[in-house]
């Protein structure tokens, strides 16, 4: 079936350190790929998406690139704020628009 | 704020009891999607509507059950509740319903049974 896997947190960062979130999926035909954001409270936020192999979404400095040879969508950025803080995760889409997510992957930043 | 809004905010109710979630979805988006978020089960996909069809459907409990209005709001029913169906219930919405489209997601409703 269609799954995608995310690596598991929480994961601690110390103020501008670099970041990477790997994710990696599994899925009959072509889907897009999505990474959504989570803040304590809130719904999720679309970050950054890329909807065939080798396009490369970036938003805020976050970055991620569509790999199919590695059925891969890792999610990185060169330098985490404080308020980057948040829940993060990594989601695919074939059909309809419906997601299936990843189990996401908790960041925490300390100043 | 996502143009997606989701009433109540809170609800805690009984075991066997029955709510109704709404959903109201950004202005001129025909398709609404129901999650649900749980610690043991993540994000799971619950079901789909666009322009008030029933598209797609995920792991919903016959329980369950949920219908768009001709106004476009959504609607999710839960009844006969257990303790389990304590969970986030996401909606969200998007313009069309291809693979590509961005979706907006609410606030959530956070579901507690007692």
């Known amino acids: 079936g269609n799954s995608v896997t995310q690596m598991e947190g929480p994961v601690t960062l110390s103020e501008e350190a670099f970041l990477t979130i790997n994710c990696t999926y599994t899925?009959?035909?072509?889907?897009?790929l999505f990474w959504y954001v989570q803040y304590p409270g809130e719904g999720l936020q679309l970050l950054l998406k890329a909807t065939k192999a080798d396009d490369k979404g970036s938003n805020k400095g976050f970055e991620a690139t569509y790999r199919k040879e590695t059925t891969s969508f890792h999610l990185e950025k060169g330098s985490v704020q404080v308020s980057d803080s948040a829940v993060y995760f990594c989601?695919?889409?074939?059909?309809?628009?419906?997601?299936?997510f990843g189990q996401g992957t908790e960041l925490s930043v300390k100043p | 704020d996502s143009g997606v809004t989701q009433t109540p905010k809170h609800l805690i109710t009984a075991t066997g009891q029955r709510v109704t979630l709404r959903c109201s979805p950004r202005s001129g988006d025909l398709s609404v999607y129901w999650y649900q978020q749980s610690l043991d089960q993540g994000l799971q996909f619950l079901i789909q509507?666009?322009?008030?069809?029933?598209?797609a459907k995920g792991n919903i409990l016959e329980r369950f059950s949920a219908q768009q209005f001709p106004d476009l709001h959504s609607e999710l029913n839960l009844s006969s509740l257990e303790l389990g169906d304590s969970a986030l219930y996401f909606c969200?919405?998007?313009?069309?319903?291809?693979?590509?489209?961005?979706?907006?997601f609410g606030q959530g409703t956070r579901l507690t049974v007692v």
């Open positions: 899925a009959t035909g072509y889907p897009s």
């Open positions: 989601a695919l889409s074939l059909t309809r628009g419906k997601l299936i």
């Open positions: 509507y666009y322009n008030g069809e029933e598209r």
């Open positions: 969200a919405s998007s313009v069309l319903d291809r693979g590509n489209t961005e979706a907006f």
